[in-house]
């Protein structure tokens, strides 16, 4: 079959209702095969057709974990918090996470510099309110339109049971997206971060890991410290879940609906170094 014909079946699939979508991803599978598309583009076009499933609840940084600022800290203290989760913006709540009176923008913050009298609330940008619900593909047509970054996730309550960025829904199409606090270097698998514990990339080979915690996880059935959590769980984890493996605790920070990336290490004992 030559291109056209392959497109205008795909095209033809495409218009038709959901039930059609097992013969979509084979007819995807069969072009990757032919060489028409690389892998690349299938995992898109896969991650894709999986957002229209997938809900905000799936994806969501749950409220425990998100990270807030309260209107009524003093700066001097916001500071320090800005700088240390070296995130680009944040929920700021009036006391209760429920009560979310807007968004700020790090880089407002840089106001300090020339406004001596900068006042925080009078900066805040409002805040999007989502329900757990809102489907991934709905969701980043809207991020699209209203050029916002981030949704405050509601349950039926009313009541914030998380947040959710463009990253976080581009993230589950595409793949895992490193920023300037990624890992760079290939080599620079275990990494240990200001609060003490250990970033550590999932493709980690568990001698390595081993030698560096002190552990004695087998390698059997395994290669990959990455590997070991998606067998002790059977399935591939979501952003935020935490796993515990023989008394060490994997806190997941990067994962998408296929991949499991980094994993946070929480453990009194320092990495052995190399002399």
Not at 1 to 17: A, N, W
Not at 32 to 59: C, F, K, P, Q, W
Request: glycine share 6%.
């Amino acid at each position: 079959m030559g291109i056209p014909g392959l497109f205008e079946r795909l095209s033809t699939l495409l218009l038709r209702e959901p039930e059609d979508r097992e013969q979509v991803l084979l007819l995807l599978h069969s072009a990757y095969e032919r060489n028409l598309m690389d892998a690349d583009a299938l995992s898109i076009i896969e991650g894709a057709l999986a957002a229209s499933e997938t809900r905000v609840t799936d994806v969501l940084v749950p409220r425990a974990q998100m990270d807030v600022i309260d209107i009524n800290t003093p700066l001097a203290e916001i500071l320090p918090v800005v700088i240390e989760t070296a995130h680009s913006r944040f929920p700021v709540v009036d006391g209760d996470r429920d009560n979310v009176q807007g968004i700020l923008l790090a880089k407002d913050l840089l106001r300090l510099q020339v406004e001596p009298d900068f006042n925080l609330r009078d900066w805040l940008r409002p805040a999007v309110f989502i329900p757990e619900s809102k489907r991934l593909n709905v969701l980043l047509r809207e991020f699209r339109v209203s050029r916002n970054h981030m949704a405050i996730v509601v349950d039926e309550y009313s009541g914030v049971a998380g947040l959710v960025t463009i990253e976080d829904v581009l993230e589950q199409i595409v793949g895992d997206i490193e920023d300037e606090y990624d890992f760079d270097e290939a080599h620079d698998n275990i990494r240990q971060d200001t609060t003490g514990r250990y970033r550590v990339k999932a493709q980690t080979e568990i001698e390595a890991f081993n030698a560096a915690f002190g552990t004695a996880f087998s390698d059997e059935d395994c290669d990959t410290i990455g590997g070991l959590i998606l067998r002790h769980l059977g399935r591939v984890p979501k952003r935020h879940e935490q796993v515990e493996i023989d008394g060490i605790r994997f806190h997941v920070l990067r994962a998408d609906s296929r991949r499991l990336y980094t994993v946070l290490v929480s453990d009194d004992r320092k990495p052995k170094t190399e002399d």
